[in-house]
């Protein structure tokens, strides 16, 4: 292709001409911008697609990665007919089987999910499984779940089909075009470099699959993930195959087959993967594929034959080696970077590139031209990690785990075993000597437990924690308790035009004076929280934000969108300060015993400088927890001082369960369960924290839902027994419709029920009764429109009525 028929600028460059890079440039051309290209390096669906399994199964563990899935099912569906071009579509479903109690409980619990996000799915009997698959030994299997919308594609073919109705649109490829480099200017992109020449362009979407870490290096940013190993075995036609079959999960053997041209494909998630080394993957590994490893594969093969009898005579093949990229956590990275405006995220997608990428390319190019996806996708956002995970040695030590879970029964409590203790905390020394038992978030380890277990085993049913958290929760409840929010982001908006900035992209009553303690959302433009996060009003011009762990880049890079005008600075402070929550009806006596006997002046929601210890602490009278007391900041320096006089003085140290456990008693809502870019502070019940006024980001939207009759839609469930075991997403019946879902669950140790809060898709009266469906056994509940414990608020506040 002649140099000149580059063009000299682009709307959009989609960098990668995989599956994910084709359906990125067929749903931008299909929006209407007609004069977005793609650029690949080789050919079409070389690096990862080409060799894909290419399963589609419709579920996932929320609702709206479920309902991208099915996005793509009838994407896919669809295309022949709009292109003329197959895509090799098969729909002949999937069955999962179980062969221990726990996979059973796994596999209940996920049909339970497909019924609330409206896939088929239902469980048969180990008959049954035997019968949609006859070459199945079934004797071990003792339940299984079939979902009959599931199916695969051809790979090729379907990203033939994208490019044919892109191209059709005015959309252009160029392949054989290399990207050597990316112009960013003021931190915006501005230019792709590549071996024909430079292409002006206003964005780029960078879904170059296994190579996109190092060409988001072009762009000054951070890509975290970094390829395996993964591996599927072929044979030879098998007798007993004809036609096509269903899609076989069985997880308990860490594997998937299906048939593959008369013959079968088995592919496996082992227990632990094999990173590559770096430089293995080279410019020229297009159509390439790694050295069968036989003896890798053969705790996998083992498992194969036990499930397969007939493969014991089976001719193979070969066993296919094939690269894959893995993210730190297992989820794929999509929408706008936190470190460059215009270059947006479309890969690592954990091996269900092609299932996902129909959907995902319809929101990157939603993200791209509209400046956010379709719906929330939040547990994919592109700012989730921590930059101290952009590391090879983190990386290679994290993905071979990260390939493993894919198959792991969904136990809750799983922590992540490699790339640990990459953040500390200032008080991480003294949590340890005190027996925490920590997990990670961003990075950090946060104590989750004090006390045996220190190896729980994990179970669906009541958790070996569950007496330690007891006795945290009774010493907030009836003593005093601390609670370290060390990690949370804290954001210092600085300078004379910081309240009219707040005012601008914060709902809450920004403009309260200095020492007063506000909670506050940012909201986008559709209503939606961006975040919610608790703001402390230090001076006229000056004011600390505290926002989730995980949320200081994507707040920080939100807040600096939207500080153009403004006469204000930003800065990270997260690792400047400590901070240190003294909770409980005995907190104002150990304060007094450290010498801050002036603490209990201090109103509600209102904060002060103080001294405790001898040290100065900012304190601040609010509670996550439902108990008096207050959150002190501190130099981070000075935490183990302080924490060591709270301690002698009587405090008892608590965990994040304790905490999330004494949330959901209380009805305090968090992001990621009842808040997310759907909802609105109307759906969430949290109008009361914002601004009739308005003059804020998505006042307007608010307005709409309120004129259309819109309400709360969260509310408690009290459990009736305490058998019951929630561990969220659940669904919630009445009669013989799905009335809603859980957000949040745990046990009430101050209730002494199990409690969960839930959102519903309809209003229900208070008291209503609820059966919630944990793995399809219906748990009888009862509705509540407010708070399990203390629902007026008078032990929060300091005045016990107990």
């Known amino acids: 292709m002649p140099i000149s028929d580059l063009p000299q600028h682009a709307a959009v460059v989609v960098i990668g001409g995989g599956v994910m890079g084709c359906s990125t440039l067929y749903h931008l051309a299909e929006m209407g911008a007609g004069d977005a290209i793609l650029l690949e390096r080789n050919r079409l669906t070389s690096g990862t697609t080409w060799h894909s399994a290419a399963q589609v199964r419709a579920l996932r563990h929320s609702r709206n990665l479920t309902r991208m899935i099915r996005y793509s099912i009838e994407l896919y569906s669809r295309l022949e007919r709009e292109t003329g071009q197959s895509v090799g579509w098969i729909n002949k479903g999937s069955l999962s089987i179980a062969t221990t109690p726990d996979r059973l409980t796994h596999i209940r619990r996920q049909e339970a999910l497909a019924l609330a996000y409206g896939v088929a799915a239902h469980s048969v009997t180990a008959g049954e499984a035997a019968e949609r698959w006859p070459l199945m030994r079934s004797d071990d299997v003792i339940g299984a779940v079939w979902s009959p919308e599931d199916g695969r594609v051809s790979p090729s073919d379907l990203c033939a089909a994208l490019v044919r109705g892109a191209r059709a649109r005015g959309a252009r490829i160029f392949e054989d075009t290399g990207v050597t480099g990316i112009v960013t200017e003021g931190g915006r992109i501005r230019a792709v470099e590549t071996t024909r020449g430079r292409i002006g362009c206003d964005a780029v979407a960078l879904c170059a699959g296994l190579w996109s870490r190092e060409v988001g290096a072009m762009a000054g940013a951070a890509v975290p993930l970094w390829p395996c190993e993964h591996f599927y075995l072929l044979t030879k036609p098998v007798p007993g195959i004809t036609g096509n079959l269903p899609s076989l999960g069985d997880h308990d053997g860490h594997l998937y087959i299906r048939d593959d041209s008369g013959g079968l494909l088995v592919g496996a998630f082992e227990p632990r993967g094999k990173a590559i080394a770096p430089g293995v993957l080279d410019e020229s590994f297009a159509f390439g594929l790694l050295p069968e490893d036989w003896d890798h594969f053969e705790p996998m093969m083992r498992n194969a034959l036990h499930r397969l009898p007939a493969l014991e005579t089976a001719e193979v093949k070969m066993l296919l080696n094939g690269p894959e990229s893995f993210t730190p956590d297992g989820s794929f990275m999509l929408g706008e970077t936190a470190e460059t405006r215009g270059l947006f995220l479309g890969c690592g997608m954990n091996s269900v590139g092609v299932a996902s990428a129909g959907g995902a390319g ?11 996806t379709a719906y929330d996708l939040g547990e994919a956002d592109a700012r989730r990690f921590a930059p101290v995970f952009d590391t090879v040695d983190h990386l290679m030590a994290r993905v071979p785990e990260v390939l493993g879970t894919h198959y792991e029964i969904a136990h809750p409590g799983r922590q992540f075993r490699t790339a640990r203790d990459l953040r500390r905390g200032p008080l991480d020394a003294e949590h340890r000597a005190a027996g925490a038992r920590c997990g990670q978030v961003y990075g950090w380890e946060r104590p989750l437990w004090f006390g045996a277990p220190a190896e729980p085993v994990l179970r669906f049913s009541r958790p070996d924690w569950f007496e330690a958290v007891a006795a945290e929760v009774a010493a907030a409840h009836r ?137 100065p602490v900012r304190a601040a009278r609010l509670s996550y927890v439902g108990e008096a007391g207050w959150e002190m900041t501190c130099a981070a320096a000075d935490a183990p001082a302080l924490h060591a006089a709270l301690v002698a003085a009587g405090a008892r140290p608590a965990g994040l369960y304790a905490q999330t456990a004494m949330r959901i008693e209380k009805g305090f809502r968090a992001m990621g369960h009842e808040l997310d870019g759907d909802i609105t502070p109307v759906e969430a019940g949290l109008m009361a924290a914002t601004r009739a006024a308005g003059g804020f980001i998505g006042h307007a939207a608010l307005r709409e839902r309120l004129d259309a009759g819109a309400g709360p839609r969260i509310v408690s469930l009290a459990f009736a027994t305490d058998d019951a075991v929630p561990i969220g997403h659940e669904p919630v019946w009445q009669g013989d419709e799905i009335v809603g879902q859980v957000t949040s669950a745990g046990y009430g140790y101050r ?52």
């Open 479 to 615: 003593a005093a308790a601390l609670f370290d929010a060390s990690s949370f982001g804290k954001i210092d908006v600085e300078g004379p035009g910081a309240e009219a900035f707040l005012l601008h992209v914060c709902a809450g009553r920004m403009a309260r004076p200095p020492g007063s303690v506000i909670y506050t959302a940012m909201l986008n433009e559709r209503g939606g929280f961006e975040s919610d996060l608790v703001a402390q009003r230090i001076a006229a011009d000056h004011y600390r934000l505290f926002v989730g762990t995980a949320a200081i880049r994507r707040d920080m890079a939100w807040l600096a969108r939207h500080a153009e005008g403004f006469d204000i600075r930003l800065s990270d402070r997260t690792e400047d300060y400590a901070v240190i929550g003294l909770m409980g009806p005995a907190a104002a006596r150990v304060a007094a015993a450290c010498g801050a006997a002036g603490l209990a002046g201090i109103g509600f929601f209102r904060h002060g400088a103080a001294e405790i210890a001898g040290l």
């Open 751 to 802: 209730v002494g029920h199990p409690v969960a809060l839930a959102h519903l898709d309809r209003p229900l009266a208070e008291g209503a009764e609820v059966l919630v469906d944990i793995a399809r056994e219906d748990f009888a509940a009862t509705v509540r429109h407010g708070p399990l414990y203390d629902p007026d608020g008078f032990r929060m506040r300091g005045d016990r009525h107990d």
């Open 362 to 372: 319809m929101n990157l190019a939603h993200c791209i031209l509209h400046g956010r």
